[in-house]
């Protein structure tokens, strides 16, 4: 049971990272997972209870690099239906098809499997080469690719962009 929840991480963590502007690296889909925290707990009765993984989780897949202080993984007849990441900040690192980096920085991210929706919020930074995005709150439609964001209350989104060189 313990390995569902590996794989309702390894989801979470693969799709979120792939939320910034552009995609992720892809094959790192394909590499072996491993995930570390301070306690797991998982009650294999119960599917309101979700999986939970506290203190200094960290989840690894290739160039995929995941640090948050918790993780709730839940299911729904034994299939996972919705992960929550959260910390001080979370923190997520990949490596784009191109090679190019990918940063992002949230106090907590979101993902419902069957909605296909990745929500990040609180103090939202996603940091790429060619720009960055700042706010409070960005969701991210998976099976639309609608990026939404926004700030709180009087908040703004900050976005930078930086010119292509090279004549690409």
């Known amino acids: 049971?313990?390995?569902?929840?590996?794989?309702?991480?390894l989801i979470a963590a693969v799709l979120v990272t792939a939320s910034g502007v552009a995609l992720a690296k892809s094959s790192d889909r394909n590499q072996t997972m491993n995930i570390e925290a301070d306690t797991?707990?998982?009650?294999?009765?119960?599917?309101?209870?979700?999986?939970?993984?506290?203190?200094?989780?960290?989840?690894?897949?290739g160039t995929l690099k995941i640090n948050a202080g918790k993780a709730d993984v839940y299911q729904r007849s034994g299939d996972i239906s919705r992960t929550i990441l959260?910390?001080?900040?979370?923190?997520?690192?990949?490596?784009?098809?191109?090679?190019t980096p990918l940063n992002i920085t949230a106090?907590?991210?979101?993902?419902?499997?069957?909605?296909e929706i990745v929500t990040l919020t609180g103090s939202v930074v996603v940091n790429?080469?060619?720009?960055?995005?700042?706010?409070?709150?960005?969701?991210?439609?998976?099976?639309?690719?609608?990026?939404?964001?926004?700030?709180?209350?009087?908040?703004?989104?900050?976005?930078?962009?930086?010119?292509?060189?090279?004549?690409?």
């Open 40 to 61: 797991t707990t998982y009650n294999a009765n119960n599917d309101n209870t979700p999986t939970v993984l506290t203190g200094n989780v960290l989840i690894t897949q």
């Open 128 to 168: 790429q080469p060619r720009g960055n995005l700042r706010g409070e709150r960005v969701v991210y439609n998976m099976r639309t690719g609608q990026v939404q964001s926004g700030g709180q209350g009087n908040g703004r989104v900050r976005m930078t962009i930086q010119p292509k060189t090279g004549g690409n």
């Open 86 to 99: 959260a910390g001080s900040p979370v923190r997520m690192s990949q490596l784009m098809d191109d090679g």
């Open 107 to 115: 106090s907590r991210v979101d993902y419902d499997l069957k909605t």
């Open 1 to 9: 049971m313990r390995r569902r929840s590996s794989n309702a991480l």
